[in-house]
């Protein structure tokens, strides 16, 4: 299945001004479309959105705007975290020791369904997801909650580990500037980086930045 993706500048006719809350212009096959806080995307079978659930748009007939609502069944997935003993050896034990060898926690992760997101409210230094013995996603802690979607654990064997923070973490909290999206993955960040969590995902945009006071 094809899909299309791209920004483009909206039109303005006198006496129009763009629609009320629209913050996500798309021209998707060669037609302006303004998903209404959604992002939206075209594929063979028509119109979609990134996000889960209803969503509407206004698309843009050459003279004026005319406004689409789609309905979509949802569920929000419910998870389950069950504290297991360590069930194999992390491929990349190496991002879960910064500043030295530290404790490592395991929970098995069981979801419902594959619709919305899952909250991992735990405190660590790092964090992992191993999806049928594959890392899937990483994060450092920065003050919040870790929202992963569901559809990332659905109908797989889904381990979280997590490395203990310890006296050596040194971070704030604070809000950061918009408009930053800094990476939040190790296979893209380098040790003493920034951390920020994509603000396509909704996550609240805050920031740690982390000093080990020791390296062994």
């Given at each position: 299945?094809?899909?299309?993706?791209?920004?483009?500048?909206?039109?303005?006719?006198?006496?129009r001004?763009t629609p009320?809350?629209?913050?996500?212009?798309?021209?998707?096959?060669?037609?302006?479309?303004?998903g209404?806080?959604?992002?939206?995307?075209?594929?063979?079978?028509?119109?979609?959105?990134?996000?889960?659930?209803?969503?509407?748009?206004?698309?843009w007939?050459?003279?004026?705007?005319?406004?689409?609502?789609v309905s979509?069944m949802?569920?929000?997935?419910?998870?389950?975290?069950?504290a297991?003993?360590?069930?194999?050896?992390?491929?990349?034990?190496?991002?879960?020791c910064?500043?030295?060898?530290?404790?490592?926690?395991?929970?098995?992760?069981?979801?419902?369904?594959?619709?919305?997101?899952?909250?991992i409210?735990?405190?660590?230094?790092?964090?992992?997801?191993?999806?049928?013995?594959?890392?899937?996603a990483?994060?450092?802690?920065y003050?919040?909650a870790?929202?992963?979607?569901?559809?990332?654990?659905?109908?797989k064997?889904?381990?979280?580990?997590?490395?203990?923070?310890?006296?050596?973490f040194?971070?704030?909290?604070?809000?950061?500037?918009k408009?930053?999206?800094?990476?939040?993955?190790?296979?893209?960040?380098k040790?003493?980086?920034?951390?920020?969590p994509?603000?396509?995902?909704?996550i609240?945009?805050?920031?740690?930045?982390?000093?080990?006071k020791?390296?062994?």
């Amino acid at each position: 299945m094809k899909s299309f993706l791209c920004l483009a500048r909206i039109p303005r006719r006198r006496g129009r001004s763009t629609p009320k809350g629209c913050r996500f212009p798309r021209k998707l096959l060669g037609v302006l479309y303004i998903g209404e806080n959604c992002d939206l995307y075209t594929c063979e079978d028509g119109i979609h959105a990134v996000q889960d659930g209803d969503f509407s748009y206004d698309v843009w007939n050459g003279s004026a705007y005319e406004h689409v609502a789609v309905s979509r069944m949802f569920t929000q997935a419910e998870a389950v975290f069950e504290a297991v003993d360590e069930p194999f050896a992390p491929p990349y034990a190496e991002q879960l020791c910064f500043g030295g060898v530290r404790k490592r926690t395991w929970k098995k992760i069981t979801v419902s369904g594959a619709e919305g997101f899952v909250q991992i409210p735990d405190q660590y230094d790092v964090a992992q997801i191993y999806a049928d013995g594959m890392l899937v996603a990483d994060h450092f802690y920065y003050g919040t909650a870790w929202r992963v979607p569901a559809k990332l654990f659905y109908k797989k064997e889904c381990y979280l580990v997590m490395s203990e923070m310890r006296e050596d973490f040194t971070g704030s909290f604070d809000a950061a500037p918009k408009n930053i999206d800094l990476p939040h993955s190790f296979l893209e960040a380098k040790h003493n980086a920034f951390s920020m969590p994509s603000t396509s995902e909704g996550i609240e945009t805050n920031y740690a930045l982390y000093f080990p006071k020791h390296t062994s």
